[in-house]
C-alpha cells in the first residue's frame, strides 16, 4: 500500500474512533435529553452537536490529526472552524433523523438518530482532512507532505 493511502487510512480510522466516541456522547445526552426529558429532538440534537463536536476538536487535534496541528495549541478560531464545517454533517444528520423518524417511527428517537450520525461521517472527515487540520501551504511546497 501507497504510503500517501496508508496515511490516509490511518487518519480515516482514528477519524473514525474519535467519531464512535463523540457519538455514544451525542446519543447518551440526546436520549437523557429527547427521549427521558421529553424535550423536543431537534434542539436536543444541536445542543448535543456542540458537546460532542467540541469533544471530537479536541481529540482529533491531538490524535487523530496530530501530523498536521503539529502540537500547536488549539485554537477558538479551529474549533469554530470545525464546527462550522460539521454543520453540513449537522444538517444532513436532520434531515436523515427526521425522515428516519417520519418513515419508521423507531421505539426510541435516538435510533433514528445514530442513522442521522452516520450519515454525516464520511461528510465530516472530508471537511476535516481538507479544511480544518489541512497542512500549511508552506510544508506542501517543502515535500513534506509524505
Known sequence: ?????????????KFGLTGVLGTVT???????GADLLKFHEIPVGIFCFIIAGTQNYFINHIWS???????ETIRFRKWLQFLSGSLAGLLLNIL?????????????????QAVGIAAGMVLNFTISKFFVFRKKPEEKESGNDE
Open 96 to 112: 436523515v433523523m427526521k425522515l428516519v423518524l417520519y418513515l419508521f417511527t423507531p421505539p426510541y428517537k435516538f435510533m433514528a
Open 65 to 71: 490529526f496530530k501530523e498536521y496541528t503539529g502540537g
Open 26 to 32: 451525542n446519543l447518551a445526552i440526546f436520549f437523557l
Open 1 to 13: 500500500m501507497e504510503k500517501k493511502t496508508k496515511r490516509l487510512l490511518g487518519e480515516f480510522i
